[in-house]
C-alpha cells in the first residue's frame, strides 16, 4: 500500500521503506538535522500509508469507551490516549483515530477488530484508511502557511493544540487538527484522498514563500519523542 | 555628486535616502532619483511636472495631491498601465512613459481636440451615436473604441505571481495617521491584538508631512512620541503599504499588499482614514503647477523636493497659510496669498505670513491660471476681488508664479464607511460633513469622525480605541489627560462654494472626464437634476479617482442650479473598490480542485486523453484525439466482442447501515428495497419532492442492515446530503456514510470479463449459478479485499469490482496482466457512452433534465407504486392526473447522410418543439446512427419524427423501440 501520489514523492526524492505492512516516505536524502530543522521551519509529511480508522453512529461514544479510549465531551477537540493514539471528537457521533506517531503496532487495525467482534448495534465503522489522505504541517510557518489556504483562524491562540477544525483548505473539505510537537507548531491535515496531489500542490506552492519542503516520517519521530 | 534642480537638502525628505540614487527614463529621456521616490516625486526633483494628458482633451496633467487620488499622474511602467506615479517608487532601471497621447507626451497630436470642445457637450455621446441607423457599428465604435483607454496591455506580459492570504484581527484600525495611531494605542493598552493598516509605506499620515503651527515642530514631535509608542507596543501589528480596498458583510476586508491580497476578518473596525483636500474651480484649475496645498507640503517633507520656485496660494483657512510658510521656508518665493474670506481672526500662521512681507488679498480668488505654453503649466495667477459667493469683480491682480498652490477644504475619507452602510451628511452651517448610521463595531476616529483640530483628532482616535476595546469585553483605562496642543484652528472645514465660473471655461470640475463647470449645469438643465442621474449622463465621479475631488464640487453645483440645499442633494453612492486594484490581485492564485482515481497515471502512461467530469478527470478514450473515433470504436467493439475496463471509481459510494436501513432506503428511492435478498443488486432511482429524477444507482445488500449503494458522480454529494436533510426529520435508525473515495471501481465487461476475473478470483465461484446477473458478492481479487458487483450497465457480461482505493492501481495492474491474453484494453466513457446507448440505457442529467419524471423516461418500471410513501410519490400521483406531453424515444439512422443529427438538435411537433435529442451517436455493432430525444407523448414505434439539425434543415427519422442491441438481455445475464 502506498500514498497515490507516490510518484510526486519520488520526484521529490523520497526514500521508503516498509512500515506496517505500506510504504512510507522516512526522508528526502538531506540527512537527519537538515530535515529535522526544516520540520522546524516548514515541513509537509506524507502519513497516507500509517494507519488511522473512523467509528459513527449514536451509540459510538459508549462503544469507544467500552474499548478503552478515553474521549472528552467536547467535539472538535483531539483526545491524546497514553499508548499514542489520536482520538478525534468529530461530532457526537462520530470519531477520527489516528495511528500513534511512532507506533510500530496497527493500534487502528486492533480497534477495528475489537469492534468487529463486538459488533455494537448504532456503531460504524468509517474507512478512513482508504478514504482520507493524512499529511501533516510542520514548523514555525505552518500556521502562516495554512492562513495561505484555510479561512479559519488557526493561529496558536484562538486555535491551541488538540483543537479541530473541519472547514475548507484550498477549497477541499479538510480535517485540521493542531497537534503540536512541543514547541513546534504542526497541524494533521485529513481530506478526501482522491485530492492528494491536489491538496499537496496547494501547500508545497503555499509554502515556498516560508521555504517549505517535503519532511519523512523519520524527522517527525525525532522532533516527535 | 548627485543634483537635481528641486531636491532640498535633508532634512527635507523623510522618506528619501538622500545618499542613494537611482536610474530611470521616462520618456525616454534618463533621469536620476533618490532611493524612497515615487515616480513623480523624482521628475518633480528633476523639475519634469507633466505626467499625463487628460482623457478627452488632452490636456496637459500634472500632480495634484501626491497621493495617488487622481488619474493626473497615471503612467505606464514597461507593461503595466496606469500605474500611479505619485505612489509607485522608482527602481533601478524602471522605464516610464506617459500614456493616452499621439505623438510625445509634450507634443500630443491629439491635443487638438480640444479645440472643437464647444461640439462635445456633456451627454454628446447620447445624442450623436445612436443615429443614423448602423452608424453606431460602422463608424463610432471604431473611432471610440480607437480613442478608449489610457495606457497599453500587452498580451506578451509575463505572467506574476499573486496570491491571497486569510488575516485576522480583533480590532483593526484603517489609517496610520494621528487619530489611527491614537486608537491603535488606546486599543492596544486595553489589552486588544491590534491590526494597524497604512496605505504609504510609513506611519504617521500627516504628522510625515503637515504643518500645523508656526515654528512647524509640532508634527514632528507628535510624530515621534506616536509611532515610538505604536511600533513598540507587543499587541500591535502594523501593516504599511497596504490598502484597505472596502468593506463588505461581517467585517471582511480586503487588504492589498503588493502581489497579494489579504482577506482580513475583523471583531471590530476603527476608520481613521483622515480627509482629502479638495480643489477649487477656476479656469485652467488642471494644469501642471497647480497643486493642492498637501501635495505641495508632500513634496517637501516626504520627497525633499522644492514644488515651484515662485508661488501663489489660494486660501479659505489657516491651512494655506501653513503652507504659505512651509514654501517659504524652501526656498519657493511666496508672491501672494488669495483668501476666499471676507473676514476672520488674525491667528499665528495668518500674523507670521504677513509678518514675512507676502501680499495677502482678502475675499480674493484665483479667476484665471495662465498657461505657459513651453513647460506646459503655469506662468502667472489673475486674482479677482470677490464681489460675491461665486463672483468676481472687477478689481484684478496678477502675478507669476509656477506654482499655484489651492488649499480651500477637505472632504472626508468616507468611502469605506460608505461601503459599510454609513449615511453621509452635510451640515450647511460648517460646509462639513458627519457620517452616520454605522453598525455598532465600526468606529470612526479622527477627520472622518469630523474631527479636524489636531487635538481632538488624536482625543477622537483614543476615544474609538476604548470604545472598541470595550465591545471585546476589555477593561479600559480611565481618561488621560489630554495634552493642550496650539496648532491650526478650524471654525470650519471648507469653504461653501470655491467655484469661479470663467466665460471662456476650462474650469474643470472632474479632471479625470475633462468635465466643465457648464457640463455639470447643461446635464441639470437637460432634466438629469438628480445627482446620481447627473453622474450617469455626465460620467462625472466615474473616472479613476471616483469622485474623490469631483464629488463635492458636483453636489455643490447641482444643488445651486436646482435650489435645493446640500443636504437634500446629498452625494454619490461609494461602492468598493476604494482604489483602482489589478486585475491580478483578483485572479491570482485562486483554487480549483481535481480529484483522481487512483488509476489516474496509468490512464496517462496508456495515453488516454483526459476529460473533466466536475472536479473529477477521466480517460475518454485512449489515443490521440485527432482519431478520437477510431479509438471510441475500438474500444466499443473491444467490449461487445471481447472484454474491456473502465474506471468507475468516480461513481458515487454510499454505506447505508443500520436495523432501518431497507426503510431509509424504500422512503428515498422509488423501489422497494424491504423484500431485497442478501447478496442480490437493485436498481435505484431517486425523485426530488417534484417527482423529477434526480440520480439513480444500485443498491448491494450485504446484510439485512446493511446496504452499499451507489450514485452518480456528479450527484453523489446532494444524494448524501438530502439523505441526511431527510432522516433528520425521520429519525429512523440508520447510518449514512459517503465512502465514494474509500473505493475505487474498474468495470470488466464484455464476453471475456468472467474468464478474465476467475484468474484473479480463485476463492469465489463466478458461475452463473452461483454468482448470477443482480448480485453481490464480497472476495479477494489478486489478494485486494473487494466487492463484486454484477450489473450491466453496456449491455454485456460484466462485474464492477469496487476495492479500497490506495490498492486501485494494484487492482488495475493485476486485471490488465490477467486480461492479456484475452485482448482486453481500457475502454473510456465515451465509449462507455455510446454501449449503454446501445443498451437504451439513461443517464441522469444528460438523457434527464430537472423537469423529467420517471414516467417520460419510461422508468415507470422502476417505481412501487403501492409503497406507502417515497419522496416525489406524491408528486407522482398528482401528475398522473396531468399526464405529460412529451416521453424519452430512440429513433435511429442510417449512417450514410451529409449531416446527421447531434445532441440537443431540437425535435419538432410541427412547428412546435416538442424536445430535443439528448444522447447520439454511430453504433458499430448495429451499422447505424442512434439516439435518445423527447418527443411528443404519442410518439411510437416506427412513426417518423422531424430532427432541426445544425444546419437548420429538418430530418425525418424513424421512432425504433429500445433497446437497441440484445433486447432480451440475453448477453448480460450469460
Known amino acids: 500500500m502506498r500514498s497515490p501520489h507516490y510518484r510526486t514523492l519520488i520526484s521529490a526524492g523520497a526514500r521508503f521503506e516498509s512500515c506496517m505492512n505500506a510504504s512510507c516516505v522516512m526522508d528526502y536524502g538531506n540527512g537527519k538535522n537538515q530535515e529535522a530543522a526544516q520540520a522546524m521551519q516548514l515541513g509537509l509529511a506524507d502519513l497516507t500509508p500509517l494507519p488511522r480508522t473512523g467509528f459513527k453512529g449514536p451509540e459510538m461514544v459508549q462503544w469507544a469507551g467500552s474499548a478503552g479510549l478515553k474521549i472528552g465531551q467536547h467535539n472538535n477537540r483531539a483526545y491524546l490516549q497514553e499508548d499514542g493514539l489520536l482520538v478525534a471528537r468529530l461530532s457526537d457521533s462520530e470519531i477520527l483515530v489516528l495511528n500513534g506517531l511512532g507506533s510500530r503496532l496497527d493500534q487502528c487495525a486492533r480497534l477495528e477488530e475489537k469492534h468487529k467482534h463486538s459488533r455494537p448495534a448504532g456503531c460504524y465503522t468509517v474507512p478512513r484508511s482508504s478514504a482520507s489522505a493524512w499529511l501533516m504541517l510542520t514548523g514555525q510557518y505552518s500556521t502562516d502557511a495554512l492562513a495561505k489556504l484555510c479561512g479559519m483562524d488557526l493561529r496558536v491562540k484562538n486555535f491551541s493544540g488538540g483543537a479541530i477544525a473541519q472547514t475548507s483548505v484550498a477549497r477541499t473539505n479538510c480535517i485540521v487538527i493542531r497537534n503540536n510537537m512541543g514547541e513546534i507548531p504542526a497541524f494533521h491535515l485529513l481530506f478526501d484522498c482522491s485530492s492528494t496531489e491536489y491538496m499537496w500542490s496547494c501547500l508545497v506552492d503555499a509554502g515556498m514563500e516560508f521555504k517549505g519542503a517535503p519532511v519523512g516520517y523519520a524527522s517527525l519521530l525525532d522532533l516527535h519523542y | ?974
Open chain 2, 1 to 974: 555628486m548627485y543634483t537635481s534642480p528641486n531636491r532640498l537638502p535633508a532634512p527635507a525628505g523623510r522618506l528619501v535616502d538622500h545618499e542613494n540614487t537611482i536610474n530611470f527614463s521616462f520618456e525616454g529621456t534618463q533621469y536620476t532619483g533618490l532611493a524612497g521616490d515615487t515616480i513623480a516625486s523624482a521628475l518633480a526633483a528633476n523639475d519634469v511636472w507633466l505626467l499625463s494628458r487628460s482623457f478627452k482633451y488632452h490636456r496637459p496633467r500634472g500632480v495634484l495631491s501626491m497621493a495617488g487620488l487622481e488619474a493626473n499622474t497615471l503612467v505606464q511602467v514597461d507593461n503595466e498601465p496606469n500605474v500611479a506615479a505619485d505612489r509607485r517608487k522608482v527602481t533601478q532601471g524602471l522605464q516610464v512613459s506617459g500614456q493616452n497621447c499621439i505623438g510625445s507626451l509634450a507634443n500630443d497630436q491629439a491635443e487638438k481636440i480640444s479645440l472643437v470642445n464647444r461640439f462635445l457637450p456633456v451627454g454628446f455621446y447620447y445624442k450623436a451615436f445612436f443615429q443614423p441607423k448602423g452608424a453606431w457599428q460602422n463608424i463610432w465604435e471604431p473611432i471610440i473604441r480607437k480613442f478608449a483607454g489610457l495606457g497599453q496591455v500587452h498580451p506578451d506580459t509575463p505572467h506574476g505571481y499573486y496570491d491571497k492570504q486569510y488575516l485576522f484581527s480583533e480590532i483593526t484600525v484603517v489609517g496610520g495617521g494621528p487619530a489611527g495611531m491614537s486608537a491603535a494605542l488606546a486599543a492596544a493598552d486595553a489589552g486588544a491584538e491590534v491590526l494597524l493598516i497604512e496605505q504609504e509605506t510609513v506611519i504617521g499620515g500627516s504628522l510625515n508631512y503637515g504643518r500645523f503651527d508656526t515654528e512647524g515642530t509640532l508634527a514632528h514631535t507628535l510624530h515621534d512620541e506616536l509611532v515610538t509608542a505604536v511600533t513598540d507596543h507587543s499587541n500591535i501589528e502594523v501593516m504599511t503599504d497596504s490598502v484597505c480596498n472596502g468593506y463588505f458583510a461581517d467585517n471582511w476586508l480586503p487588504v492589498i499588499r503588493g502581489h497579494r491580497m489579504y482577506k482580513l476578518r475583523t471583531k471590530e473596525l476603527i476608520l481613521a482614514p483622515g480627509k482629502m483636500e479638495q480643489p477649487a474651480i477656476f479656469r485652467n484649475n488642471d494644469l501642471p503647477g497647480v497643486l493642492l496645498g498637501t501635495a505641495a507640503q508632500r513634496l517637501i517633507r516626504l520627497y525633499g523636493v522644492r514644488p515651484g520656485k515662485q508661488a501663489v496660494v489660494l486660501t479659505a483657512g489657516d491651512d494655506g497659510y501653513a503652507t504659505a510658510l512651509e514654501l517659504l521656508e524652501n526656498g519657493v518665493n511666496v508672491t501672494a496669498v488669495a483668501d476666499l474670506r471676507q473676514s476672520f481672526d488674525a491667528t499665528p500662521l495668518y500674523k507670521k505670513v504677513l509678518a514675512c512681507g507676502i501680499s495677502i488679498h482678502k475675499a480674493c480668488t484665483v479667476y484665471e491660471a495662465l498657461p505657459d505654453k513651453h513647460t506646459r503649466g503655469i506662468r502667472a495667477a489673475a486674482l479677482r476681488q470677490l464681489a460675491g459667493i461665486g463672483q468676481c469683480g472687477n478689481e484684478a491682480w496678477r502675478y507669476d508664479c509656477d506654482l499655484l498652490c489651492v488649499s480651500v477644504g477637505f472632504m472626508p475619507s468616507y468611502q469605506l464607511a460608505l461601503h459599510a452602510g454609513g449615511k453621509l451628511k452635510h451640515d450647511e452651517a460648517v460646509s462639513g460633513f458627519s457620517i452616520t448610521g454605522l453598525p455598532a463595531c465600526i468606529h470612526l476616529a479622527g477627520a472622518v469622525n469630523g474631527k479636524n483640530e489636531l487635538g481632538s483628532v488624536i482625543e477622537s482616535g483614543r476615544q474609538a480605541g476604548q470604545a472598541a476595546s470595550r465591545k471585546l469585553g476589555l477593561a479600559v483605562p480611565g481618561a488621560a489627560a489630554s495634552r493642550p496642543l496650539n496648532p491650526i484652528s478650524y471654525s470650519s472645514i471648507n469653504h461653501p462654494w470655491p467655484i469661479f465660473p470663467h466665460p471662456r471655461g476650462k474650469e474643470f470640475v472632474d479632471l479625470d472626464e475633462d468635465l466643465q463647470y457648464l457640463d455639470i449645469i447643461h446635464a441639470c438643465r437637460d432634466g438629469y437634476d438628480e445627482l446620481e442621474l447627473v453622474k450617469r449622463y455626465s460620467t462625472v465621479g466615474m473616472g479613476p479617482s471616483q469622485g474623490r475631488h469631483s464629488a463635492l464640487a458636483t453636489a455643490r453645483v447641482v444643488a445651486e442650479e436646482t435650489q435645493r440645499t446640500m443636504s437634500e442633494v446629498g452625494v454619490t453612492t461609494a461602492r468598493p473598490p476604494l482604489h483602482a486594484e489589478n486585475l491580478a490581485v483578483i485572479a491570482g492564485r485562486s483554487f480549483e480542485p481535481e480529484r483522481l482515481t487512483a488509476m489516474h497515471h496509468r490512464h496517462l502512461e496508456a495515453g488516454a486523453h483526459m476529460v473533466t467530469a466536475g472536479q473529477w478527470w477521466r480517460p475518454a478514450y485512449y489515443g490521440e484525439p485527432q482519431h478520437a473515433d477510431r479509438w471510441i470504436l475500438k474500444e466499443n467493439l473491444a467490449v461487445r466482442n471481447n472484454v474491456g475496463m473502465i474506471d468507475v471509481s468516480t461513481l458515487g459510494g454510499l454505506e447505508v447501515r443500520g436495523p432501518d436501513a431497507a426503510e431509509f432506503l424504500n422512503r428515498m428511492y422509488t423501489f422497494s428495497y424491504s423484500r431485497q435478498k442478501t447478496g442480490t443488486l437493485r436498481y435505484l432511482l431517486m425523485t426530488n419532492p417534484a417527482g423529477r429524477i434526480i440520480d439513480d444507482g444500485v443498491a448491494c445488500r450485504l446484510d439485512d442492515e446493511h446496504f452499499y449503494i451507489t450514485a452518480t458522480t456528479g450527484g453523489v454529494e446532494t444524494v448524501y446530503r438530502t439523505m441526511l436533510w431527510w432522516n433528520a426529520q425521520w429519525r429512523l435508525d440508520v447510518d449514512v456514510t459517503n465512502v465514494t473515495s474509500a473505493y475505487a471501481g474498474i468495470s470488466l465487461a464484455g464476453p471475456k470479463s468472467r474468464a478474465v476475473l476467475q484468474q484473479l478470483c480463485t476463492s469465489t465461484d463466478l458461475a452463473p449459478a452461483s454468482f448470477p446477473y443482480l448480485s453481490v458478492r464480497t472476495a479477494q481479487v489478486a489478494g485486494i479485499p473487494a466487492r463484486l458487483l454484477r450489473v450491466g450497465f453496456v449491455g454485456e457480461l460484466g462485474y464492477e469490482i469496487h476495492a479500497p482505493s490506495l490498492q486501485g492501481e494494484a487492482l488495475w495492474d493485476a486485471l490488465l496482466k490477467a486480461g492479456r491474453e484475452f485482448g482486453m484494453q481500457p475502454v473510456g466513457i465515451e465509449a462507455q457512452r455510446l454501449l449503454r446507448l446501445e443498451k437504451g440505457h439513461l443517464i441522469v442529467g444528460q438523457d434527464t433534465d430537472a423537469m423529467t419524471t420517471p414516467h417520460e423516461a419510461r422508468m415507470t418500471w422502476a417505481v412501487a407504486e403501492r409503497k406507502p410513501f417515497f419522496v416525489g410519490g406524491r408528486s407522482l400521483q398528482a401528475a398522473r392526473r396531468y399526464p405529460s406531453n412529451r416521453k424519452l424515444v430512440g429513433f435511429s439512422v442510417e449512417p450514410e447522410q451529409d449531416e446527421v443529427p447531434g445532441e440537443s438538435n431540437l425535435i419538432l411537433d410541427g412547428d412546435s418543439i416538442a424536445g430535443h435529442i439528448t444522447s447520439v451517436g454511430y453504433s458499430p455493432t448495429l451499422n447505424k446512427i442512434i439516439g435518445m430525444g423527447y418527443a411528443r407523448a404519442d410518439t411510437e414505434p416506427g412513426m417518423l419524427i422531424q430532427i432541426k439539425l445544425k444546419s437548420g434543415c429538418r430530418q425525418s427519422v424513424q421512432v425504433v423501440e429500445m433497446p437497441f442491441y440484445d433486447p432480451q438481455n440475453k448477453r448480460q445475464e450469460m
